[in-house]
């Protein structure tokens, strides 16, 4: 994901003192006009469009977001503590097993009908950004989830927690082919996996699973920073 100017920062924008009431009111239209067009076009959808929708210049959405992580960010922010929130109650459950639906079944549905938060839950950030550490979090907690399934006899022993990153990548696929015409069908395919994740219906896998490297390079590739030297 590159920025379209020279970085000032790669955290989310916090206003070090309260803003006028003008500026405010041009952050929040911002912020709104964001969620919009991202949730249409994607993470990489236009900054002009989305400046245009605000009913402002783009000087103006630069002065608020000088590049687009410090937008994107601020854009989804809520959407991924809801996430850490259910990873959470889903490693409190005693059924460990209902704690991996809960978490899978809640990320689904933040992805539903939002493109761009299918790109972003797609995607690794880079180390220094500010929601880096909770997507670092999700990715611990999710390694937990797994593990206690597993230690519960519920869960297929060999799928590792990288393969979780095969729901992501196709339900955000799925989504995009049925918006609008079922929305709801992501849930028939999010089930039909998670059959396949049953300890009870294991077969042997002709492929091993991602290595951590592997998937954070695929993770980074997909944000359109991918570093093939390495």
Same mark, same amino acid.
């Given at each position: 994901?590159?920025?379209?100017?020279?970085?000032?920062?790669?955290?989310?924008?916090?206003?070090?003192?309260?803003?006028?009431?003008?500026?405010?009111?041009?952050?929040?239209?911002?912020?709104?006009?964001?969620?919009?067009?991202?949730?249409?076009?994607?993470?990489?959808?236009?900054?002009? &469009?989305?400046?245009?929708?605000?009913?402002?210049?783009?000087?103006?959405?630069?002065?608020?977001?000088?590049?687009?992580?410090?937008?994107?960010?601020?854009?989804?922010?809520?959407?991924?503590?809801?996430?850490?929130?259910?990873?959470?109650?889903?490693?409190?459950?005693?059924?460990?097993?209902? !704690?991996?639906?809960?978490?899978?079944e809640t990320m689904c549905?933040?992805?539903?009908?939002?493109?761009?938060?299918?790109?972003?839950?797609?995607?690794?950030?880079?180390?220094?950004?500010?929601?880096a550490g909770q997507q670092?979090?999700?990715?611990?907690?999710?390694?937990?989830?797994?593990?206690?399934?597993?230690?519960?006899?519920?869960?297929?022993?060999?799928?590792?927690?990288?393969?979780?990153?095969?729901?992501?990548?196709?339900?955000?696929?799925?989504?995009?082919?049925?918006?609008?015409?079922?929305?709801?069908?992501?849930?028939?395919?999010?089930?039909?996996?998670?059959?396949?994740?049953?300890?009870?219906?294991?077969?042997?896998?002709?492929?091993?699973?991602?290595?951590?490297? &592997?998937?954070?390079?695929?993770?980074?590739?997909?944000? !359109?920073?991918?570093?093939?030297?390495?």
């Amino acid at each position: 994901m590159s920025p379209e100017r020279a970085p000032a920062s790669t955290a989310a924008s916090a206003p070090a003192r309260p803003l006028r009431r003008d500026a405010q009111r041009n952050r929040d239209a911002l912020l709104a006009a964001a969620r919009a067009v991202f949730a249409e076009h994607g993470m990489q959808a236009s900054l002009e &469009q989305v400046a245009k929708r605000a009913g402002v210049a783009i000087g103006t959405l630069y002065n608020h977001f000088p590049v687009r992580l410090d937008l994107v960010q601020e854009v989804f922010a809520g959407k991924l503590a809801i996430w850490v929130a259910a990873a959470e109650q889903a490693l409190s459950m005693d059924d460990a097993w209902e !704690g991996l639906c809960l978490f899978l079944e809640t990320m689904c549905e933040l992805q539903a009908r939002d493109r761009g938060f299918n790109d972003f839950a797609s995607i690794r950030l880079p180390e220094n950004a500010c929601l880096a550490g909770q997507q670092a979090r999700i990715h611990d907690l999710g390694v937990r989830i797994v593990e206690r399934a597993q230690e519960q006899g519920h869960l297929r022993p060999d799928l590792a927690p990288e393969d979780l990153a095969f729901v992501i990548w196709s339900h955000s696929r799925i989504i995009e082919a049925t918006d609008g015409i079922a929305p709801h069908a992501w849930r028939r395919h999010l089930y039909l996996m998670l059959d396949g994740f049953r300890a009870e219906r294991a077969h042997p896998l002709p492929e091993p699973p991602l290595t951590p490297e &592997q998937l954070y390079r695929a993770m980074l590739r997909l944000g !359109g920073t991918d570093d093939s030297t390495h």
